[in-house]
């Protein structure tokens, strides 16, 4: 039984987890209705919003976590 709702959590994790990341893909597309110069800016402007999602990512946070523990 407890296998069953450890499957669930996760179909609902994953699930979740799918539709964050379609909505924030579907936010860093570029208007094609918009001028190309809006379009422009409208990237530059999303540039720290994405550095900030990769900065905290929990990969690069291993990673980072990894190559300090080794530098020691």
Known sequence: MGNEENQSVFKE????????????????????????AIQVLKSIAKIPVVLLVVLCS?????VLLIIFLIAL
């Open 13 to 36: 994790v994953t699930k979740m987890v799918k539709g964050a990341v379609g909505r924030f893909a579907g936010w860093l597309m570029p208007n094609p209705n918009d001028h190309w």
């Open 58 to 62: 929990p990969v690069l946070i291993v």
